[in-house]
């Protein structure tokens, strides 16, 4: 049975292959000039506060040499390999055998038809997650100068999203696996219940869509206690947002000082009895008229007024790789047991 | 002896409509059982049943005396043709004899390359490029050199010409004779099942009306014309029309018709079908078992 799945997904993994090699190639191509920038760069040995306009310089340079469309790419294609591998790869698995017939013919071989599903779905799963980490493997490698450079506080930007940001953390280390897996099976369960393979693509897609979303925006900010601290609202290098004169102020804390790589959840200005504020203080509407909107930060510090700050710290990284993962895999076990259900229910 | 179909109060429902209902059937082994009645009947729904292809909503189906497709022994020994003879359009005719040799161990792989090679088919060319005759022999092949005991098809020459439909039944025929199958398949058209089945199973409206061998029911039924009068019990009328005078009734009898008022003369196997097709619904009748 392994050899038949491996003969009818055949299209599939040469698909697969074909798109990896291809990746590789590009990426190989120019990842020994990204290392050489980087290398040239001075950012290893670099001290203090030179580092960070170290980093920020390197990032220019690889702008200028046009890399910031290829590393945008390649991050595309890791996020969307597992929605096109559901669609294409699992939605059919099933739906198609029904849609055409075939499945009289394959569920009446001398071999079960839990058999028959198992290794389906082992092979297919299989090559499904294979290709995802594999396309994840290489852009990390390509990626890792700038990686570095982003742990280095070089400027905010397309290229130094944090590795929490959702771009970067749903594209490296091993969240890919859960995703190739959950949308494989995802695709699969949809085709069995659906039976008809273009609505199940279409199913597939939704969910998965749905899900990819959902997880960033509201789940993965609460996969541990989020910290709470409060940071000086002088410390401006961190903070982003204005005030209006005699009115009020927003600001929004983007990380901790001298925590790089810190996930903020929420932040927002308390007084010094921890009252949320947003009202500028009497005190500090000249400064924010005269000064125009920069001494305002300034001003609400010697009024007592803090930043608090919920966050996840950087070394929760792995952790939370982990539990995605974990949470991915576990959601495409249960697909993957609708499918031997609803195959024992349907069947006799 | 044990039954090739044995079903007791079997029944299937879709939603709200049964597609079978109430079917007590034996069916015996080493036939080759025509199973007919008219698009809609149930017949998709039996066969689909007695491989393991749906599960009954109700009663019970035992198939070669086990559970239909309760593991792969079983599987093993019952091989099936769909409806519209399905294969893998993608691949090629090496491919599928590939396929059937990996999942059956009792595969007959000489036996499927004399098949092909006498079809006149190349073992390059893909399933999907195959005429619906071609196809159909390709489906019949990989069951056959899978070597059941047991060979279910359902409706195989219904989208066939005649030549191919007379030259798939032949093949069938062939290896029927040369293997010893008991063989199970349904047709619309009496016609074809005419010509190879020994035994028939009518399936009308989701209920059997009736079943038998072919050469008793022939025996048991007669054609009648004759003065309009009241019958004697032993005669169970199928179908009867009228005028004044005369009655034509289509009869069943286990004995002989003595009364020389009829003139009695013999039923086509067509005749006899066609007459319990158009029967209004009353309680079946269930089959005899040989």
């Known amino acids: 049975m392994i050899r038949l799945s491996l003969l009818q997904f055949r299209v599939q993994a040469v698909v697969g292959v074909v798109v990896l090699a291809a990746f590789a190639i590009l990426l190989a191509a120019t990842g020994p000039h990204l290392a050489s920038l980087y290398a040239a760069s001075g950012i290893d040995g670099c001290r203090g506060g030179g580092c960070q306009n170290l ?294 | 002896m044990i039954a090739a179909i044995e079903t007791g109060g079997l029944g299937k429902q879709y939603r709200r409509t049964w597609a079978l209902r109430d079917c007590t059937l034996a069916i015996p082994e080493g036939r080759v059982v025509g199973l007919v009645g008219p698009n809609g009947a149930g017949k998709t729904t039996l066969l689909r049943l007695a491989v393991g292809m749906l599960a009954p909503t109700r009663g019970t189906i035992s198939v070669l005396g086990e559970r239909p497709a309760d593991g792969s022994a079983q599987l093993a020994r019952v091989g099936f043709v769909a409806q519209d003879t399905p294969v893998y359009a993608r691949m090629t005719i090496a491919d599928h004899l590939r396929m059937g040799a990996w999942l059956n161990p009792a595969w007959d792989g000489e036996l499927a390359r004399r098949r092909i090679g006498l079809l006149g088919l190349n073992p390059k060319q893909r399933a999907g490029s195959l005429s619906g005759g071609q196809r ?36 069938l025929m062939e290896a029927v004779a040369e293997h010893g199958l008991s063989v199970v398949l349904s047709s619309h058209l009496v016609a074809d099942l005419e010509r190879v089945c020994d035994y028939l199973v009518v399936l009308v409206a989701s209920e059997v009306r009736v079943a038998g061998e072919v050469s008793d029911l022939v025996a048991s039924h007669h054609r009648l014309t004759g003065p309009r009068r009241e019958l004697p019990a032993s005669l169970e009328v199928i179908t009867e029309s009228h005028t004044d005078k005369q009655s034509n009734l289509l009869v069943r009898t286990d004995g002989p018709i003595l009364d020389p008022a009829w003139i009695v003369k013999p039923v086509s196997l067509e005749d006899l079908v066609l007459s319990y097709m158009s029967r209004a619904g009353r309680r079946p009748r269930l089959g005899v078992v040989s």
């Not at chain 2, 159909?136 to 050199?145: E, Y």
Request: contains cysteine.
């Open chain 1, 55 to 348: 980093a920020d310089s390197f990032i220019f340079e690889v702008t200028v040499a046009g890399y910031e469309p290829l590393y945008l790419a390649s991050v595309a294609i890791i996020l969307l390999a597992p929605a096109i591998i559901g669609i294409f790869w699992g939605a059919p698995l099933i739906a198609r055998e029904l849609e055409t017939g075939t499945s009289a013919l394959a569920w009446n071989q001398s071999v079960t038809r839990t058999r028959w599903l198992a290794a389906k779905l082992t092979i297919g799963a299989l090559i499904a997650m294979t290709v995802t980490e594999g396309l994840c493997l290489v852009q990390s490698w390509w990626a890792a100068p700038i990686g570095r450079a982003a742990g280095y506080g070089a400027a905010s930007g397309p290229l130094t999203q944090g590795r929490f940001s959702p771009q970067v953390f749903a594209t490296h280390g091993i969240t890919p696996l859960g995703y190739a897996a959950f949308t494989f099976a995802l695709g699969v369960a949809a085709g069995a219940l659906i039976r008809r393979t273009i609505p199940a693509m279409a199913v597939t897609l939704a969910i998965f869509a749905a899900v990819q979303v959902a997880m960033p925006l509201w789940i993965r900010p609460h996969l541990a206690p989020t910290h709470h601290t409060t940071i000086s609202m002088a410390s401006l290098g961190y903070l982003a947002g204005q005030g209006s004169p005699g009115g009020t102020f927003a600001y929004v804390a983007t990380g901790l000082p001298g925590r790089p790589g810190t996930w903020i959840i929420s932040s927002g200005a308390v007084n010094a009895a921890g009252r949320p504020v947003s009202t500028i203080p009497a005190a500090c509407v000249v400064a924010s008229v005269e000064g125009g909107y920069s001494g305002l930060p300034d001003c609400l510090a010697s009024q007592g007024i803090r930043e608090a700050v919920s966050y996840q710290p950087a070394s929760r990284y792995w952790p939370f790789q982990w539990i995605e993962t974990a949470i991915y895999l576990a959601l495409a076990l249960a697909l993957t047991g609708y499918c031997f259900r609803w195959l024992n229910r349907r069947l006799s």
């Open chain 2, 136 to 171: 159909a022999q390709l489906a019949l092949t990989l069951t056959l050199a899978k070597r059941p005991e047991l060979l279910i098809l359902d409706e195989p020459v219904a989208s066939l010409d005649p030549l191919a439909r007379r030259e798939f039944l032949q093949g």
